[in-house]
């Protein structure tokens, strides 16, 4: 699910998203409260009429922005008290706030709200916020009221595995009729990650849909899939595309290194995307050096199809039995790569 935090992928209009594929995208509950305001999308016709986009949307609670932007001591069993970057107000994001502002909001997934723990974390800590989530977790649903919107709880536990399956088991036991998984790649391993992913995905029931929050490589979405995950979220597409990163299967390949300044290749052979079809390595080059909007965009649609041909072959390689021959045949990210998500 490409990232369309304030209701748009950035320098992509919803119908690039459609040229190259994507069926859904994921918008944020709290960015989107601060501007326009969820009154101003709901008098629009709500998110897919104000974005004109056809395809389905989920909206996440404000739970992330709440580990990123609130001191320990702006968390209360009230909610989380959040400072607008525009005017400096302070705002109380509670439960009910945040299942008020994503019904309004209309996307057709919305989330309960959840505490993201960082790394590293004490084991009493994880598990006082693992607890409060799940007491979220029951007021967003006593809450929530709009039957053409799916309601997901999120499973939080930091690294913990006894955490991590007793928020799941607790999750489950409340009805909700698909899951997030937060407080993933906030600085642990791989390895940890992979771990926990696991024991939280065993522990929920196995025809729900499971959202990973946040992660985004192509080799950890494989991995996840590989134990039972559905979708992701991630701005590494376009994020790299604006720093001139693009995705191949043979690598990264960076547009701005001089030896593309007279290559009439396209980024990659093959590529259905609208930028390969058209454009060269040369004119995109060029952009780019040039700081040119127009060059993000491009550079941005190339990775947003090589993620939703990823998707397409690991739909294929379920349906095979070859997801681990796919797994050993995906290029790396660089270590740089990789920090830019």
């Not at 995208?25 to 629009?44: C, D, F, I, Q, S």
């Not at 006894?162 to 009729?177: H, K």
Request: aromatic residues 6%; glycine residues 8%.
């Amino acid at each position: 699910m490409p990232c369309a935090s304030r209701a748009v992928v950035r320098a992509c209009s919803p119908d690039d998203l459609e040229a190259v594929g994507v069926e859904i995208a994921v918008a944020n509950t709290w960015h989107l409260h601060l501007r326009p305001g969820e009154a101003a999308v709901e008098a629009a016709g709500g998110l897919h009429a104000f974005m004109s986009w056809g395809g389905l949307l989920a909206t996440d609670s404000g739970g992330f922005q709440a580990f990123s932007l609130a001191r320990p001591a702006d968390v209360s069993e009230d909610g989380v008290c959040l400072v607008s970057p525009l005017d400096g107000s302070r705002a109380l994001l509670s439960p009910e706030a945040c299942v008020a502002i994503q019904e309004k909001l209309g996307a057709d997934i919305a989330v309960a709200l959840d505490i993201c723990t960082p790394y590293p974390v004490p084991y009493d800590v994880a598990r006082s916020a693992a607890e409060r989530t799940l007491r979220w977790a029951q007021r967003c649903l006593q809450t929530h009221r709009r039957e053409d919107q799916w309601l997901w709880g999120v499973i939080q536990g930091s690294i913990y595995p006894d955490l991590r399956a007793y928020s799941a088991q607790e999750t489950a036991a409340m009805g909700f009729t698909g899951f997030g998984i937060g407080g993933l790649s906030v600085g642990e391993s791989r390895r940890e990650m992979l771990e926990v992913l696991e024991t939280t995905i065993q522990a929920l029931p196995a025809e729900a849909p499971k959202w990973v929050m946040g992660v985004g490589t192509p080799r950890d979405i494989v991995e996840a899939v590989l134990r039972g995950a559905d979708l992701f979220d991630c701005v590494l597409p376009t994020r790299l595309a604006r720093h001139g990163s693009l995705l191949t299967n043979h690598g990264p390949l960076k547009i701005g290194n001089a030896a593309f300044r007279t290559d009439p290749r396209p980024i990659e052979e093959g590529c259905d995307c609208p930028t390969c079809r058209r454009y060269s390595r040369a004119y995109l080059h060029h952009l780019f050096r040039l700081e040119e909007a127009a060059a993000w965009r491009l550079l941005s649609l190339h990775n947003l199809r090589w993620y939703v041909r990823l998707m397409e072959r690991i739909r294929h390689a379920i349906r095979t039995a070859t997801l681990g021959s796919l797994l050993s045949s995906l290029p790396p990210l660089t270590q740089r790569d990789a920090q830019a998500c």
